[in-house]
């Protein structure tokens, strides 16, 4: 059973700083992983979508990596601001029968002004 | 633009009484799911629906419902079955697995806005 587990549950950190988010699964068999930010009371917003047999993938002040046999991926936030305040969430696709997806409980973000 | 709706964004609910949310999306997605979160876990799988008058239960299917009756449409009825439904939901859609290969976008979930449900 695939169980993904993102640590930090929070963090703070002032504006300007760069960050990174952790994201572990226990299943290395992946179709993708996918990063996603949700505002309080919000739906998920898709950030970064890395399949299988991709490193890393990257988006304006965001890069995402992956490392299969290690079972880890990395949401890398550059110069960080008081907007990117959210809770980040990681989610894994199975590779197997119906490519479930399991989530992460996700890392509350605050950046201070 | 396209997206999915989905509504109401809040629905109250007395015991005993069905409820039903609505979910509809312009991606032209085969695939679709409804996802419950409550605080402190994971999005957990409720049902899930690859193709139009075909679906399947997820992980906590107990005391709901749903049907796909047309592509863009999958709503979940939560029923009075269901013990503890006071939480949020959030359908999802996506490209069905057999659009997979070769696109660089398999796989890619995306989200509503969610509906929020309390019992009273």
């Known amino acids: 059973k695939q169980e993904v587990t993102q640590i930090p549950a929070a963090l703070s950190v002032p504006e300007g700083e760069n960050l990174v988010l952790n994201c572990s699964f226990t299943?290395?068999?992946?179709?993708?992983l996918q990063w996603f930010r949700q505002d309080p009371g919000k739906g998920l917003t898709s950030l970064l979508l890395?399949?299988?047999?991709?490193r890393e993938q990257t988006s304006g002040r965001l890069n995402a990596s992956l490392d299969k046999s290690s079972g880890r991926s990395t949401l890398y936030i550059a110069a960080s601001q008081p907007g990117d305040s959210a809770t980040y969430l990681c989610a894994v696709r199975g590779s197997g029968g119906y490519q479930k997806v399991t989530f992460g409980t996700g890392t509350k973000l605050q950046v201070i002004p | 633009d396209g997206g999915i709706t989905q509504s109401p964004k809040y629905l109250f609910r007395k015991e005993g009484q069905n409820v039903t949310l609505s979910c509809e999306q312009n991606l032209n997605h085969d695939a679709m799911y409804w996802y419950r979160q409550d605080p402190g876990q994971g999005l957990r799988l409720i049902y899930y629906s690859q193709i139009v008058n075909d679906f399947q239960k997820g992980d906590i299917a107990e005391g709901y419902s749903v049907s796909r009756e047309k592509k863009e449409s999958f709503p979940l009825t939560v029923t009075s079955a269901q013990k503890n439904p006071t939480a949020f939901y959030l359908c999802?859609?996506?490209?069905?697995?057999?659009?997979?290969?070769?696109?660089?976008?398999?796989?890619?979930?995306?989200f509503g806005e969610g509906s929020r449900l309390t019992v009273l």
């Open positions: 299943d290395s068999a992946i179709y993708n």
């Open positions: 999802a859609s996506s490209i069905n697995d057999r659009g997979w290969r070769g696109n660089p976008f398999a796989g890619e979930l995306f």
């Open positions: 890395i399949q299988s047999s991709q």
